[in-house]
T-cell receptor
Framework: RKEVEQDPGPFNVPEGATVAFNCTYSNSASQSFFWYRQDCRKEPKLLMSVYSSGNEDGRFTAQLNRASQYISLLIRDSKLSDSATYLC????????????FGGGTRVLVKP | NAGVTQTPKFRILKIGQSMTLQCTQDMNHNYMYWYRQDPGMGLKLIYYSVGAGITDKGEVPNGYNVSRSTTEDFPLRLELAAPSQTSVYFCAAQGEDSQPQHFGDGTRLSIL
């Protein structure tokens, strides 16, 4: 099983719709979780951390399910500017704080 | 408010040439990282450092070297450039444990 798996997409989303996608991880020692956003030919940028109780930042909601070893991201009221690749990232403190990146889920929001 | 600065932004090398990709950060972060990202793929860790004077290999270290003489700087060296090293290289810095990493703008390197 891969360390982290994401559906590469693309998810074609009408403007204003809701889209959600998951990311599964195999290492149960993973301690911190993040969603990063990467625009074409740009550097990854932190979108939000993912907390055990779930957290929301505006139109974005992140969830963590430790039992099933996945995190999720939900985007409400999608904007054209949400078109990007969303990378799930997790950190294992015992492994020198190295981050493990998923391959990304591509989201295309269309008018 | 610079954060992580990488230079150069673009470079074309001939096979067998050498070069150093520069990375500097002004956040006084202990942890620094070098990644490469091939087209349509995820990031792969090349080398990382947990503090000045300490470096360690990541997932794909072959063909690269690093040094960390100061907290601010973490240069990546390619000694004998090969076409397989054509990629986008990202440097990142991280502060406290379990905090997210902050990335530089990247260096786009082509080896012909």
């Amino acid at each position: 099983r891969k360390e982290v798996e994401q559906d590469p997409g693309p998810f074609n989303v009408p403007e204003g719709a809701t889209v959600a996608f998951n990311c599964t991880y195999s290492n149960s020692a993973s301690q911190s979780f993040f969603w990063y956003r990467q625009d074409c030919r740009k550097e990854p940028k932190l979108l939000m951390s993912v907390y055990s109780s779930g957290n929301e930042d505006g139109r974005f909601t992140a969830q963590l399910n430790r039992a099933s070893q996945y995190i999720s991201l939900l985007i409400r009221d999608s904007k054209l500017s949400d078109s990007a690749t969303y990378l799930c990232v997790f950190l294992i403190k015992a492994a020198g704080n190295k981050l493990t990146f998923g391959g990304g889920t591509r989201v295309l929001v269309k008018p | 408010n610079a954060g992580v600065t990488q230079t150069p932004k673009f470079r074309i090398l001939k096979i067998g040439q050498s070069m150093t990709l520069q990375c500097t950060q002004d956040m006084n972060h202990n942890y620094m990282y070098w990644y490469r990202q091939d087209p349509g793929m995820g990031l792969k860790l090349i080398y990382y450092s947990v503090g000045a004077g300490i470096t360690d290999k990541g997932e794909v270290p072959n063909g690269y070297n690093v040094s960390r003489s100061t907290t601010e700087d973490f240069p990546l060296r390619l000694e004998l450039a090969a076409p397989s090293q054509t990629s986008v290289y990202f440097c990142a810095a991280q502060g406290e444990d379990s905090q997210p990493q902050h990335f530089g703008d990247g260096t786009r390197l082509s080896i012909l």
